[in-house]
């Protein structure tokens, strides 16, 4: 199999504060809630949860979800005619999006909560969008008249990346 040159590769994770804030604020009561429990035996309200689930629900929470959200990364790759997305752990294999199907591209700054409803794999009036953090990216428009919003902390690169991939991949499509 032959190795693809990479024009361009961007890791992203949440980068928000106020994010990383509210999941451990949430996962540090199931934390409080097990050591006043389960290690120093007091009874949480007048119907405790047993132990076992405590213990359960603080692995599920109290653990399990910083570490999901610690680990879900977006990876943007750009190879001569492809441009790939993966946001871990939704993607098994990376989307893949032929740059020949691509009309015409551009470096955009938008609202992530108003436009598309916050971050991650979303839709909105505007299209698809792939973002992790901030409020740039690089809004590809195609010819079946559909829009893919690519969020970025580096967009101009990404744009002149996609740009080149396109005129590179030319050959590649025919």
């Known amino acids: 199999m032959e190795e693809q040159h990479i024009l361009f590769q961007e890791k992203q994770r949440f980068k928000q504060f106020w ?7 949430i996962a540090s009561v199931f934390w409080a809630g097990f ?5 120093l035996g007091g009874v949480l309200g007048n119907r405790p949860v047993p132990d076992i689930q405590l213990s359960i629900l603080l692995a599920l929470v109290g653990f ?6 610690y680990r879900m990364t977006l990876t943007t790759t750009v190879t001569p005619g492809m441009l790939q997305i993966r946001l871990r752990p ?3 294999k990376p989307v893949r999006i032929p740059l020949h199907t691509v009309r015409d591209l551009e470096k955009v700054t938008y609202d992530p909560i108003r436009e598309y409803g916050g971050w991650g794999i979303r839709w909105g009036a505007n299209g698809k969008a792939y973002s992790m953090s901030g409020r740039e990216g690089v809004l590809l428009r195609f010819y079946t008249r559909e829009s893919l919003l690519i969020g970025s902390q580096r967009p101009k690169e990404l ?3 996609i ?3 396109k005129t590179l991949g ?3 499509a025919e």
């Open 19 to 25: 994010l990383w804030a509210l999941l451990l604020g």
């Open 35 to 39: 050591i006043y429990q389960v290690v």
């Open 64 to 69: 399990g979800l910083p570490f999901f959200f």
């Open 90 to 92: 939704f993607h098994l």
């Open 159 to 161: 744009l002149q990346a």
């Open 163 to 165: 740009a080149q991939a």
């Open 170 to 172: 030319k050959g590649i």
